[in-house]
C-alpha cells in the first residue's frame, strides 16, 4: 500500500495520508499530551491504528517511515486484522514503550 499527502481533516490534524485507492487514511494528530498516529478508512474514526508518540518530536518522523514501510506489501483491499498483523503489537494495544524499538528495527536495516 502506498500513500499521497492529502489536506488535514479533525482526524488528521497534523498530517493527512490516504492511500492510492483512497481507502485508507493514515496520519497524526496533536494533542496536549503528545502526537497521535492514526489510521482508518477513509471518513471513518481511526481505528486500526492509534497511539500516542508522546512529546519527543524527534521521533515521530522515524515512527512514520516504519509504518510506512511495513505498509509497502499490504493490499489495498487488507482487512483491519491484516494491518493489525505486520506490526509488533499485533492484537494487542500499540505501547511504544515496549513496541518501538522494534517497530523501528526493520525500518533501520532497510534504510542503512
Not at 65 to 71: G, N, T, V
Not at 73 to 94: C, K, L, Q, S
Request: charged content about 20%.
Amino acid at each position: 500500500m502506498t500513500f499521497h499527502r492529502a489536506d488535514p481533516t479533525p482526524h488528521y490534524r497534523s498530517l493527512r495520508l490516504v492511500s492510492e485507492g483512497n481507502r485508507w487514511e493514515l496520519g497524526m494528530s496533536r494533542y496536549q499530551h503528545g502526537m497521535r498516529m492514526r489510521m482508518g478508512l477513509s471518513g471513518m474514526q481511526p481505528g486500526t491504528i492509534d497511539f500516542c508518540m508522546g512529546l519527543n518530536g524527534g521521533n515521530y518522523s522515524s515512527i512514520l517511515l516504519a509504518i510506512l514501510k511495513r505498509l509497502e506489501p499490504v493490499p489495498e483491499g487488507a482487512t483491519h486484522e491484516a494491518i493489525d498483523a505486520v506490526f509488533p503489537w499485533r492484537g494487542t494495544r500499540p505501547d511504544l514503550s515496549i513496541h518501538l524499538r522494534p517497530l523501528l528495527r526493520e525500518s533501520a536495516q532497510c534504510n542503512p
